[in-house]
Nanobody, 125 residues
Framework: QVQLKESGGGLVQAGDSLRLSCGASGLTFNTYTMGWFRQAPGKEREFVARISWRGGSTKYADAVKGRFTISRDNAKNSVYLEMNSLKPEDTAVYYC??????????????????WGQGTQVTVSS
């Protein structure tokens, strides 16, 4: 049974930083592209970032490019999202996602096989 478990969310002020973590179990981690989506109240889920199975390739949404960094540690079956210069519009539930290779997923939710339960990030102004 595949499980993705996010942690690290919380309430911060605009301009602060936060690091999200996602631990994976029940899968061969280094054969999955990992990523993050987010969903704000009243809005659809939106792509944030993804990283290839070996970590050599990353992709970011324009809204977070230059502020967020995705990384992974295959030895720890974990993926991370370092978020800097947070803005109130970053407020959302953040979800960890996974897609098995060889398919390289894009930015739509349907392209991902597994989802975590989500962690809330709230940025106050």
């Amino acid at each position: 049974q595949v499980q993705l478990k996010e942690s690290g969310g919380g309430l911060v002020q605009a301009g602060d930083s936060l690091r999200l973590s996602c631990g994976a179990s029940g899968l061969t981690f280094n054969t999955y592209t990992m990523g993050w989506f987010r969903q704000a109240p009243g809005k659809e889920r939106e792509f944030v970032a993804r990283i290839s199975w070996r970590g050599g390739s990353t992709k970011y949404a324009d809204a977070v490019k230059g502020r967020f960094t995705i990384s992974r540690d295959n030895a720890k079956n974990s993926v991370y999202l370092e978020m800097n210069s947070l803005k109130p519009e970053d407020t959302a539930v953040y979800y960890c996602v996974a897609r098995k290779r060889p398919v390289v997923p894009g930015s739509t939710p349907d392209e991902y096989d597994y989802w975590g339960q989500g962690t809330q990030v709230t940025v106050s102004s």
